[in-house]
């Protein structure tokens, strides 16, 4: 079946260093692969997505790449803000206009200033 | 728009007790979509319907049962609570083909002592 394997929370970074949240997952067939992102007391909000192989989804300044070879999706973003805490999720569906979705256990991030 | 609607906010259940969790949407989308978010383990899917009259199980379905009467409306009922239906339940929804994004829900947080 499928899977998706998020790296372990949480991180705690401090204002503008580096992100990398990792994921990996496992999947028949092509997935798409996305980000979702839950602020505190909301529900999830698509962050981004990639559709097929070497795809990059990009949006508020974060980016991911579909990587077929390591089946992976990782999140990255150059320079976080105390507004970027939140809970991330990866995801994946696994065909064209499934919308079920396969999610990962999430991961927490908080950001201090 | 109003997006994807969920009432209650909070809910306190005795076990044993019944009760129905609203969603709707007004957004026109054929996909609706239940989930539950615990610690740990990432949302996992409850109940799905890809149109008025059509469900179908998810990954976690015992305990729970849907209706789609129409496009707008997607109820889940706790048929008899259990402390292990203790969870966030969010909603989504989507437009079934050619749409990967799905909209979520506040959510509901459901406590059953």
């Known amino acids: 079946g499928n899977s998706v394997t998020q790296m372990e929370g949480p991180v705690t970074l401090s204002e503008e260093a580096f992100l990398t949240i990792n994921c990996t997952y496992t999947a028949t067939g092509y997935p798409s692969l996305f980000w979702y992102v839950q602020y505190p007391g909301e529900g999830l909000q698509l962050l981004l997505k990639?559709?097929?192989?070497?795809d990059k989804g990009s949006n508020k300044g974060f980016e991911a790449t579909y990587r077929k070879e390591t089946t992976s999706f990782h999140l990255e973003k150059g320079s976080v803000q105390v507004s970027d805490s939140a809970v991330y999720f990866c995801?994946?569906?696994?065909?064209?206009?499934?919308?079920?979705?396969?999610f990962g256990t999430g991961t927490r991030l908080t950001i201090i200033p | 728009n109003a997006g994807v609607t969920q009432t209650p906010k909070f809910q306190v259940l005795k076990t044993g007790q019944s009760m129905t969790l609203q969603c709707a949407q007004d957004m026109n989308h054929e996909y609706m979509s239940w989930y539950r978010q615990d610690p740990g383990m990432g949302l996992r899917l409850i109940h799905y319907s890809v149109g008025a009259g059509i469900t179908d199980q998810g990954e976690v379905p015992n305990g729970y049962n849907v209706s789609r009467s129409t496009t707008e409306d997607f109820p889940l009922r706790l048929l008899s609570a259990a402390p292990s239906q203790t969870s966030v339940y969010f909603c989504a929804s989507s437009l079934e083909r050619g749409s990967y994004e799905q909209y979520f829900g506040p959510g509901t947080r459901l406590t059953v002592t």
């Open positions: 995801a994946l569906s696994d065909r064209v206009g499934n919308e079920k979705l396969t």
């Open positions: 990639a559709t097929k192989a070497d």
